[in-house]
């Protein structure tokens, strides 16, 4: 399986595949397409030049900007070990 990670912009319901990825995608029948729209999923790409990002990156990004949630009560350790 040949995978390609790229943005781009949807112009009237389109989106344009990079001239670097024409050439073999236009050759194929079938494609699959997965589309996100998150700025936290850009923010969790932390090399931009390579699609290397791997789990520990995203844990450590998480950990550097912890995610603020309205009204979140962690829960006890009571629960925590509840079986």
Do not use: C
Request: proline letters at 4%; glycine letters at 2%.
């Amino acid at each position: 399986m040949l995978t390609a990670e790229f943005e781009a912009k949807v112009e009237n319901g389109k989106i344009t595949i990079p001239e670097q990825y024409q050439a073999v995608f236009q050759q194929s029948e079938n494609i699959k397409v997965i589309l996100l729209k998150s700025d936290l999923e850009a923010d969790l790409r932390l090399d931009k030049d390579t699609d290397n990002s791997t789990a520990e990156d995203i844990i450590q990004h998480l950990l550097d900007n912890p995610l603020s949630i309205e009204n979140f009560v962690p829960a006890s350790r009571e629960d925590l070990h509840e079986r």
